[in-house]
């Protein structure tokens, strides 16, 4: 089987990357979400990265063209049937992956590849409930989608080796890398990276630093792109809510206890970046420490 025409449920700030990477490899994209508003913004988001791609001469104007003109968007979760291969890239949360993967199932053709962009949930448990977990794997992109290279493998437990081995090539279309991960919470990147930006949070809440001094220190003295609490701030506050979640309850360990500040951000819908205010307040010329 090849693949030609792809499906991403979700166009939020994975979703969109997604679709960027894929159009740009030469796939047909089809975006959907639960609201118009999110299908526009995706939209000029990745009109505008692709712009940004093309100033830099990374990509000409008319690699930028074409792939604006694969990616079509629709509202019917139903459409995506006939695409064959599905990525669901909605809100971190199980139940919600499940309604989707059930509401998607009855329009789907037979040999439609499905697989979730999840960040911690299980594999295993996600494919257990289609009529195909053999045709069901964890395909992990991270953020940002068109600059990252690494995109995470992870096999359920039902996992045939050709849809592993044909997602492998499809990894290699887009020129990006794969790394294998078992099913088990988190996987890799977010098992080790997670836990670090916890802590990162802890040491905020019991003051051994301000934001600011907490985020240089890892920048300057760690030699990291961004700091932890910036780094939590695009990631989404609600998802790193989400995965530290997914950890203590998955492997029933107390050095994964969410931080109450985390909780308390994530409660106030002070997500990070999408949503203006974070660890940072986004809402000004330049990025401003909360704390
Ligand atoms: C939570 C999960 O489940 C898993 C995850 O994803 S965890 C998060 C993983 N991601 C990270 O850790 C990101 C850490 N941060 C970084 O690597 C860098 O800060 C960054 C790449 C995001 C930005 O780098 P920077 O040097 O500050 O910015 P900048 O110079 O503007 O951009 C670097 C490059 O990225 C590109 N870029 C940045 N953001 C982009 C975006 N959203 N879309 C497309 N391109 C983008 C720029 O065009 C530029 O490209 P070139 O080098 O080809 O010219
Ligand atoms: N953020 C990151 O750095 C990374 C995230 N991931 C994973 O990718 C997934 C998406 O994350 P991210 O893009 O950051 O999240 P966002 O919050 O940016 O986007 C999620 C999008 O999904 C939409 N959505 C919610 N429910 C449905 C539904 N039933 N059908 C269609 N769309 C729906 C949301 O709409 P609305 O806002 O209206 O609810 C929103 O537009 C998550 O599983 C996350 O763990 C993976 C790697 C990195």
Redesign the pocket.
């Known amino acids: 089987m090849t693949i030609q025409s792809v499906g991403v449920i979700g166009a939020g700030?994975?979703g969109n990357?997604i679709a960027?990477v894929f159009a740009l490899a030469g796939y047909d994209v089809l975006l959907t979400d639960v609201s118009q508003d999110a299908l526009d913004k995706a939209l000029s988001?990745i009109d505008r990265?692709l712009e940004?791609?093309v100033s830099?001469e990374?990509i000409s104007a008319e690699d930028k063209k074409a792939a604006m003109g694969r990616i079509s968007t629709t509202l019917r979760l139903s459409d995506l049937g006939k695409t064959d291969l599905v990525i669901e890239a909605a809100t971190e949360r199980e139940t919600v992956k499940q309604a989707i993967f059930e509401d998607l199932q009855p329009h789907l053709k037979p040999e439609t590849i499905l697989t979730s962009?999840t960040?911690?949930i299980s594999i295993t448990r996600l494919a257990s409930r289609t009529d195909r977990p053999e045709k069901f794997m964890g395909f992990?992109?991270?953020?940002?989608?068109?600059?990252?290279q690494l995109v995470e493998l992870i096999r359920g437990i039902a996992t045939d080796q050709a849809t592993f081995e044909l997602l492998h090539e499809v990894v290699r279309k887009l020129g990006k890398t794969a790394a294998s991960a078992e099913d088990f919470p988190?996987f890799i990147?977010?098992r080790i990276?997670?836990p670090m930006i916890n802590e990162a949070v802890y040491t905020l809440y019991e003051g051994v630093g301000n934001v600011k001094s907490i985020d240089e220190s890892m920048k300057l003295g760690a030699n990291?792109?961004?700091g932890p609490l910036e780094?939590a701030d695009?990631?989404?506050l609600d998802?790193?809510l989400a995965?530290m979640n997914v950890l203590h309850d998955g492997l029933a360990d107390t050095k994964y206890r969410p931080c109450p500040l985390l909780t308390k951000y994530v409660e106030a819908g002070w997500l990070g970046r999408k949503t203006g205010r974070g660890f940072y307040d986004y809402r000004g010329e330049t990025p401003v420490p909360t704390r």
Do not use: W, Y
């Open positions: 700030q994975m990357g960027h988001l990265n940004r791609q830099r990374k962009n960040s911690s992990h992109f991270m953020n940002p989608v068109p600059v990252m988190a990147v977010n990276l997670m990291h792109p961004m780094l695009f990631i989404g998802t790193c995965i």
